[in-house]
C-alpha cells in the first residue's frame, strides 16, 4: 500500500461526488470503529472502506473499457449484476493502483453482496457501507445493534432487508447475496 490515506482522499475528493465521497469518509469511520471492536487491522480496514465505492459513479463508457481490459464478463453490466460492477473494478484499480493485499481486494470487490466464507476484513467493509451514520432505512437500527453484538447475525439482518426491499421494488436481487445469506445463517 503505497498510498497514503490523505493522497486518497484528496484523489477521491476530485473523482467522486460529494455525496459519494461523504459516504466513503463515513464507511472508512465506521469500519474503523468495527475494527478497533473486533481487533482486526484498522489500516486495512480503514483504506478498504476508503476505497470501496471509488468506481461507482464511472460512466458506462468507463465500466465498457474495463469490461474489456480485464475480460470481466459481460453479464456485470445486467441490471441484476449493477450493484457489482463498480466493487469489481475497484477491486483491479486498488490492486494495480494501490498494491492491495488479495484479501484487501476482495473485501472491495464484494463490498455490496458478501461472499461465502467472508473474513472479518470482509464482514466489516460490507457492514460499514450498510450501517454507515449517513443512512437511514427500515431496520437499520437493528442492523448497527448487533454490528457490535455478533457481526454475522448483523450481516445477515442486513441481508434480509437488503432482500425485502429489492423484491417489493420488484427488482432482481443478486444471487451471491443469496448464496452470502445461506453461508451465514446458524
Known amino acids: 500500500m503505497e498510498s ?12 467522486l461526488s460529494s455525496y459519494r465521497y ?7 469511520e465506521e469500519a474503523v470503529k468495527l475494527a478497533k471492536y473486533y481487533k482486526v487491522d484498522e489500516k486495512k480496514c480503514e483504506i478498504c472502506a476508503l476505497t470501496h465505492d471509488m468506481a461507482k459513479e464511472f460512466s458506462e463508457e468507463e465500466n465498457r473499457r474495463f469490461i474489456e481490459k480485464y475480460e470481466l464478463p459481460e453479464d456485470i453490466l445486467l441490471k441484476e449484476n449493477k450493484n457489482l460492477l463498480h466493487g469489481y473494478i475497484a477491486a483491479i484499480i486498488v490492486k494495480e493502483k494501490y498494491g492491495f493485499t488479495d484479501d484487501m481486494v476482495k473485501a472491495v470487490k464484494y463490498h455490496s453482496t458478501g461472499y461465502v466464507g467472508m473474513d472479518m476484513l470482509a464482514k466489516i467493509i460490507y457492514l460499514a457501507d450498510k450501517i454507515e451514520k449517513g443512512k437511514n432505512y427500515p431496520g437499520i437500527e437493528e442492523e448497527r445493534y448487533y454490528a457490535y453484538k455478533d457481526i454475522d447475525k448483523a450481516i445477515v439482518i442486513c441481508l434480509c432487508n437488503q432482500i425485502k426491499k429489492l423484491v417489493k421494488e420488484d427488482k432482481k436481487v443478486n444471487l451471491l447475496a443469496y448464496t452470502t445469506l445461506g453461508s451465514l445463517i446458524k
Open 22 to 28: 461523504n459516504h466513503s469518509i463515513n464507511v472508512m
Open 4 to 15: 497514503s490515506i490523505l493522497e486518497i482522499k484528496e484523489e477521491l475528493k476530485k473523482t
